[in-house]
C-alpha cells in the first residue's frame, strides 16, 4: 500500500509531537499543508492536539497552536470555521481560555450576533470562559461586546428611533457586568439602565 500525499501528512503530524517536544512552528506548518487538502480532517487533527495537550498549553505555544492556526482556517473558510468553534466545546475553551482570540472582530462579532438573535446559553457559556482567561483585559472585553451591540442596534434604526433594549438582554448583560469592578462596571450598567428605559435616540 502506498500512502497518498494527505495521509502521509496526517500520520506525520501525528507522530511528530510529544509533550517534549511540542514544536509550535512546525506544528501550524504542519496543519496548514493538511489543510490544503482537507479542511475537515484537519480540524479533526487541531481538535485531537488541543486535547491532549490542554494541560500544557499557555503563553506563546497557546496563541500558536491555537490563535494561529485559528487564523489558518479562518483564511481558509471563515465562515465555517467561525461556525465549528462556536459549536465545539474544546475549541470554545481554547480560544476564549486561553488565548486573546476575542480581539478577532470576527470572532467578537459572531459572539455579540449570538446576544443579539437571544442565544443567551451560549454566549453566556463563551462570557464566563472570557471572565477566567488570564491573557486579555476581561471589563475591557465586556465593554467591546457591549459597545459592538449597541453598533449593532444603531445600524438598524433611522433617525428619530428611540434605541430600547429588552429586558432579558439586559439582565443578561448585567449578570456579568455586576461580576467585575472598577469605572467600566458602573459605566456598563447605567448604559445597560439607559437602553432599557429608551434614554437613547438617534
Not at 470555521?81 to 481560555?97: D, G, P, T
Amino acid at each position: 500500500m502506498i500512502l497518498d500525499n494527505k495521509s502521509y501528512i496526517l500520520f506525520n503530524c501525528l507522530t511528530e509531537f510529544d509533550e517534549n517536544n511540542l514544536n509550535d512552528a512546525s506544528f501550524v506548518r504542519v496543519i496548514k499543508k493538511l489543510n490544503q487538502v482537507d479542511f475537515n480532517l484537519s480540524l479533526e487533527v487541531w481538535e485531537f492536539f488541543l486535547t491532549k495537550y490542554a494541560k500544557v498549553l499557555s503563553g506563546k505555544l497557546a496563541n500558536s497552536l491555537v490563535k494561529d492556526v485559528y487564523l489558518l482556517f479562518k483564511e481558509k473558510n471563515a465562515q465555517k470555521i467561525n461556525r465549528e468553534i462556536f459549536e465545539n466545546k474544546i475549541f470554545l475553551q481554547a480560544l476564549f481560555l486561553q488565548t486573546d482570540s476575542i480581539n478577532d472582530k470576527e470572532i467578537l462579532l459572531y459572539l455579540v450576533n449570538l446576544i443579539k438573535a437571544s442565544k443567551f446559553e451560549p454566549a453566556g457559556e463563551i462570557l464566563k470562559l472570557l471572565s477566567k482567561n488570564q491573557t486579555i483585559d476581561y471589563p475591557e472585553v465586556l465593554k467591546q461586546i457591549f459597545e459592538t451591540y449597541f453598533h449593532l442596534l444603531l445600524q438598524n434604526a433611522k433617525e428619530g428611533d428611540i434605541i430600547i433594549m429588552n429586558k432579558k438582554t439586559a439582565f443578561f448583560f448585567l449578570q456579568f457586568i455586576s461580576k467585575i469592578k472598577g469605572e467600566k462596571k458602573a459605566l456598563l450598567s447605567q448604559r445597560v439602565n439607559e437602553l432599557v428605559q429608551g434614554q437613547i435616540w438617534i
